[in-house]
């Protein structure tokens, strides 16, 4: 059965996020239907799922920034040999459109040249066409051409089905601008670090919330995704029931989510957030935290870098601490650059930081706690 085939997926994540993802893998297993041990590897983790139940991985999983399935691996050390192995691999089964878009990238590699590469896979994949026709369903049902993912490693070729279409921190639902937002795969990633075995509710509060990513995040980790995948169309999911999930996930132990920002436009725009509480207030003048208790707070403030800092990172960090001190929250955590100075926050102390990259920049989510 098409649906019941074992097909390996591996879930791309940003490096240095990877035991996060495999973390909530595990604690999510039970939503897509069955636990199958992953292996973590650099930049992701792979897992041998059956196709209906592996698809599911980009509606469940919040912290991947994109899916692919293994498709085929061959050795080619020459052009020619690249052409007919990949000429006689069975594209028909895994494609529905025959011009896929190539992605290749090659590492100690004979063949390091990827264009050249792409012009061979092109040639060889007309062929094959030529020998087996597709059906015309792509045609008739308008379809994108799917993503096939090529990387070389001493001179193996490993093929890969990309499954996602755009990128998973896209959620599908559109959210206001802010500048240098922190993506919410990200996002993501910090809020399960920053909720670890935690179980009894905290009040959550951003008080730079920005456009509102870590609220919206973790209020939402526990929801399937319901945007557009590439799965959807692709050979492989034809005839087979649409996917749903099997069971509910649990989220984190959120009492409520608060978030502040003290930039006018911003607040202008802020869409009406279900369950999150929006306000405009400026941190270090006139910041209202939530009386709840516990209180978290979890922050991406602005590192001086795109965004400049009045008198300086060092200051602005040492103000920052000083000013989240005298709010006596239970924990803190802040996404820093790693080349910040050590950051001070009165009555807490400093736990294990989370390193990763920000769009290029190095930094850490940085935990403290009571």
């Known amino acids: 059965m098409r649906a019941s085939e074992v097909w390996t997926f591996f879930c791309v994540v940003t490096p240095g996020l990877e035991a996060q993802a495999l973390a909530e893998y595990e604690a999510k297993s039970n939503v897509l239907g069955a636990l199958k041990p992953a292996r973590a590897i650099a930049g992701g983790f792979e897992v041998e799922l059956p196709w209906e139940i592996g698809r599911g991985l980009t509606r469940v999983l919040k912290i991947p920034t994109r899916v692919i399935v293994r498709l085929a691996q061959i050795k080619a050390r020459d052009f020619p040999t690249l052409f007919q192995k990949t000429r006689d691999l069975t594209w028909g089964r ?21 264009g050249r590469v792409e012009e061979t896979l092109t040639e060889a994949l007309a062929a094959h066409v030529a020998r087996q026709p597709f059906s015309t369903r792509w045609q008739k049902e308008n379809l994108a051409a799917e993503t096939v993912r090529v990387r070389g490693v001493d001179d193996v070729w490993t093929f890969s ?70 799965w959807e169309k692709c050979a492989l999911n034809l005839g087979v029931a649409p996917w749903k999930p099997q069971a509910s996930a649990v989220g984190f132990p959120i009492a409520s989510l608060t978030g502040h920002d003290n930039d006018e436009s911003l607040a202008a725009r802020w869409p009406t957030l ?16 939530p009386s709840g208790r516990p209180l978290w707070v979890v922050c991406n403030p602005p590192y001086g870098e795109r965004l400049p800092l009045a008198g300086g990172v060092g200051a602005f960090a040492q103000r920052l601490g000083a000013q989240l001190g005298t709010f006596s929250p239970e924990r803190v955590c802040l996404v820093v650059p790693q080349s910040w100075p050590r950051l001070e926050i009165p009555g807490l102390t400093p736990r294990e930081a989370l390193p990763f990259s920000n769009g290029g920049i190095k930094v850490e989510a940085r935990l403290w706690s009571r």
């Open 161 to 230: 089905l990309d499954i996602t279409g755009e990128a998973l921190f896209k959620r599908g639902a559109d959210h206001t601008d802010a500048e240098a937002p922190l993506r919410e795969t990200l996002a993501a990633a910090v809020l399960a670090h920053l909720f670890a075995g935690q179980a009894t509710p905290v009040h959550l509060w951003d008080p730079m919330c920005g456009s509102g990513t870590f609220l919206r995040e973790a209020r939402d980790f526990a929801a399937a995704s319901v945007r557009a995948d590439a």
């Open 94 to 114: 895994w494609l529905a459109h025959p011009i896929p878009r190539w992605k290749v990238a090659a590492h100690q590699c004979r063949l390091i040249h990827t």
């Open 274 to 289: 279900e369950s999150i509480t929006l306000a405009r207030h400026d941190f270090f003048l006139d910041a209202a935290p």
